[in-house]
Every structure is written in structure tokens, then in C-alpha cells.
């Protein structure tokens, strides 16, 4: 059974940082692109990062700069550390997996909610 659980979520005031975690199980690590996303309310789920296999990290550009993404195979983990966080970063941010050949099997964590204050 494949399970993305995420973790570190919370209220951040704007400017400051947070870091969230993605602990992958019941796949290949190593074989996955993994990523984040983020929904806010009313809005359709958007790219956050993405990290491949290889650790080649992609970034959306409201994210460059303030975004660092990094995977830790020993661990089967993905982290996502923020900086300069705005109240527009507010959102669900989701754990991604996907295989690197076999494009349409992916995997999605429940979420977990980021809340930056003004």
C-alpha cells in the first residue's frame, strides 16, 4: 500500500520560514519524481517543486528563490524548506509521487495545511 504522509505544516508569520516533510512508503524511491503542490481555497492545485530521481530540482517561479526542495533516499523522504513566506503562499501543500517512466502512476499525500499571516 503506498502512502505519502506529510508533516511540519502550520501558521507562519509572513517572512518567516517552514519546512515540510513527505514520508514516502510502499514504492521504489529511487524510481519516483517527487513533488509538491499547493491549493488554495478556490483555486485549482498548482506546482510548487518537483525533484527527480537524479535530484534535479524544478521550481514554479512564485517559488524561485524562496523554495528549496530536497529528497533523502536513506530516509524516503522530500522536504520542501520556504523562506520568505507571503500570505499568498496560504494553502494545502501536496506530496507528489511519480514514476519516472510510467508517467500516469502517481500517488498524492492527504495534504497538509500552510497558513501565512499578514
Known amino acids: 500500500q503506498v502512502q505519502l504522509v506529510e508533516s511540519g505544516g502550520g501558521l507562519v508569520q509572513a517572512g518567516g520560514s517552514l519546512r515540510v516533510s513527505c514520508a514516502a512508503s510502499?514504492?521504489?524511491?529511487?524510481?519516483?519524481?517527487m513533488g509538491w503542490y499547493r491549493q488554495a481555497p478556490g483555486q485549482q492545485r498548482e506546482l510548487v517543486a518537483t525533484?527527480?530521481?537524479?535530484?534535479?530540482?524544478n521550481y514554479a517561479d512564485s517559488m524561485k528563490g524562496r523554495s528549496t526542495i530536497s529528497r533523502d533516499s536513506s530516509q524516503n523522504t522530500v522536504y520542501l524548506q520556504m523562506s520568505s513566506l507571503k500570505p499568498e503562499d496560504t494553502a494545502v501543500y501536496y506530496c507528489?509521487?511519480?514514476?519516472?517512466?510510467?508517467?500516469?502512476?502517481?500517488?498524492w499525500g492527504q495534504g497538509t495545511q500552510v497558513t501565512v499571516s499578514s
Open positions: 507528489n509521487a511519480r514514476h519516472f517512466i510510467d508517467r500516469g502512476r502517481e500517488y
Open positions: 525533484i527527480t530521481r537524479l535530484n534535479i530540482a
Open positions: 510502499g514504492i521504489t524511491f529511487g524510481v519516483f519524481t
